[in-house]
Structures are given as C-alpha cells and as structure tokens.
C-alpha cells in the first residue's frame, strides 16, 4: 500500500486480502481467477455503501493478471489496485478524520442556509436565526452520536469478526443486532451472567475468523492452511486444515512458526500441538 494512507486504509486492505486468500486456498478455484474480482468489489461496496457500474468492469481487468500466477504477492497487488480504483473515485475515504476546523465549517454553512431559507420564506430574522439555532443543535448531536458509536466499535474487543467499525454515521435501531453487541462488553462487566456467557463464546469463535487469523499467521501461512478449532476443551490440540497432501508434508517443518504466529493470541496461549488434516 502507498505510505501516503494510514491504518485504517491497511485495515480495509488486509480485510480484502484475508477473504481473498481464504477463497483461493484451495488448488480447484485457481482458474476461478476471475471471481476474485466478484469478491473484491461486493468487499469495498460493503465499505462505501454505494453502487457503481465501473467498478467491476475495471477489477475484472485488474483480476485477469492473476491468471497462473494466484500467489500471496499477486493478490494483495491486485486488492491494491482495486482500492487505489476505489479511492479515486470516491467511493471509499481515505481514512483521514475531519479537523475540527472544517467540522465548524460545515454547522456553519448549513446554519446559514437556513437562514438565508427562512428569510426568504417570509420568516423574520429572530425566527430565522433561532430556526438555524434548531438545525445546529441537531446536527452536532447527530454528530455526537456518531463518533460516540464509532469510538465504541473502534475499542470493541469482537470487532474483527463482527465488522462493527462499518457503521459509517448510519443511525442504529434500539433492536438492532449491533446495538446490543455494541453494548455487550459493558453489560458483561455489569455481572449479567447470560451476557458473560454470550460474550465469553463469542470471543472464542472470534479467534477463528478470517481477518484473526489472517493478522496472526500474514499472507503466506494464511495461504497454505487454516486452524478450524480445537480438540480439546483445553485447547491444548489445535486441528489445521490444509488443501493437499503436499501442503500438509511442507507445514509438518513449519509447525513451531505457526505455533509462535498464533500465540500472540490469548486464545491460543494454551496450544501446544497441531494436528494437520487434508480438506
């Protein structure tokens, strides 16, 4: 990725890539190069909440380099090319906050039109300007609530599975799946024993999703195989799933990386073997 985008453009990236890899593990979707670029635009739609015609035509393009020559490299290139796209067309931020600054900015020209509306509807002034007041008000606590949501999601300890950094300023219903994930964490720590339960299972199937184990074990590992869960209630026997015999023979001489990759995570601390099996 260009130096000039921060994390949360790696984030989107690394996201792309993950799911990616994890369609192509296995040696009967090579010549599937094509849906690559399928995945990749239903991934960045997901993240900009639009529609546009262009955008498969040209991954289609970006996709067909792919063909015999699927690598870990090729891919995270080609999900490169794909948000680069994607960026310059507006469809995705670049990640970059807004100042302060230009926040006011904003509450300022929408309070002035709607003056400038009132007056020209026949309001008088004090009407107009206590209006614009109203419209002010609002705004900053739509604003409020968004970045309140966002700094939620942000710190939430299940966001990587749960995808609850794409809420984008969209308005939340009480009853709404994500309003109570959201709330989940806090609820835990209030001794609600139905919630530590919830929580406690979702935390571990966290452990197994893509973007996790994506991040632990990076592209190449994450390429060649994918640890489906535990054999033990322990979790001291880890079962690994690998598309070939070839894979499972290459893996058996890189267990203790793999061990050490998937340590950095607690829910791996306990792990001591791996058991490889053939998809």
Known sequence: MNEKYDSEDTRIADYVVGNLLDFFREPGRAPRFLEAAAIAENLVLRIAHSRTEALNRRYIFFASKLNNNLTPTTIRHFVSECLEHARNHGLIPTGHK????????VFRKAAQKEVTESLALGHSQASAVLRAANVLIAAK???DRNERLQAMASTHPLKDSLELLNLNGRALAKEDIKNHLLKLKQATSNHNPGTGV?????KKAEAFSVSRLHSLLGDELFFLCRPL????????TLIIEVPTSAHLHALTYRKLEILSALRKDAAFRATKTLRFKVK
Do not use: I, Q
Not at 198 to 202: A, T
């Open 98 to 105: 807004k100042s302060p600054a230009k926040s006011m900015r």
């Open 198 to 202: 919830l929580y406690g299972l979702l």
């Open 141 to 143: 606590r739509t604003s």
């Open 229 to 236: 869960g535990f054999l033990d209630r322990f979790a001291t």
